[in-house]
């Protein structure tokens, strides 16, 4: 999705806005998650 909203980045951004927001909010939680359960040994 991300690469198909490049042609359009200039007249319609919220294309790559939330998809490009989910990756990161899901990368982040992952993230979190792995270091409370290393933590929490």
């Known amino acids: 999705m991300l690469y198909q909203a490049q042609s359009t980045?200039?007249?319609e951004p919220w294309l790559a806005l939330f998809p490009g927001l989910?990756?990161?909010v899901t990368t982040l939680s992952a993230n979190a998650l792995?270091?409370?359960l290393g933590t929490s040994s």
Do not use: L, V
Request: charged letters at 20%.
């Open 34 to 36: 792995g270091e409370r």
């Open 22 to 24: 989910f990756i990161f």
């Open 9 to 11: 980045m200039s007249t």
